[in-house]
Nanobody, 122 residues
Framework: EVQLVESGGGSVETGGSLTLSCVASGLTHSYYCMGWFRQAAGKEREAVASFYTGGGSAYYADSVQGRFTISQDKNTVYLQMNNLKPEDTALYYC?????????????????WGQGIQVTVSS
């Protein structure tokens, strides 16, 4: 059974850093689109960063470009977050999909983690 488990969230002050981890298990396809999404209170879920495990350039939302980095080591996907801002406060989700045409569309992903909270204080 497919399972995505996030870890590494927490509370930091403005300008601080956090690294989120997503451990994937049960993924049987050769390649997947892996992505990080976030949802702030009262707002809709938005794409943060994503990549295709078969190769290619990673996608970053304009709001995080230059500050966040997505990477992978075996079955774990990371999201390194630097120079955090209060606007980054949200519940962060790891996602995986097999037939994703647009990495920014959440409904195209097949599997989701439970979500992990990131809070940035001012």
């Amino acid at each position: 059974e497919v399972q995505l488990v996030e870890s590494g969230g927490g509370s930091v002050e403005t300008g601080g850093s956090l690294t989120l981890s997503c451990v994937a298990s049960g993924l049987t396809h050769s390649y997947y689109c892996m992505g990080w999404f976030r949802q702030a209170a009262g707002k809709e879920r938005e794409a943060v960063a994503s990549f295709y495990t078969g190769g290619g350039s990673a996608y970053y939302a304009d709001s995080v470009q230059g500050r966040f980095t997505i990477s992978q080591d075996k079955n774990t996907v990371y999201l390194q977050m630097n120079n955090l801002k209060p606007e980054d406060t949200a519940l962060y989700y790891c996602a995986a999909g097999t037939m994703v045409a647009d990495h920014t569309r959440d409904f195209e992903y097949d599997y989701w983690g439970q979500g992990i909270q990131v809070t940035v204080s001012s």
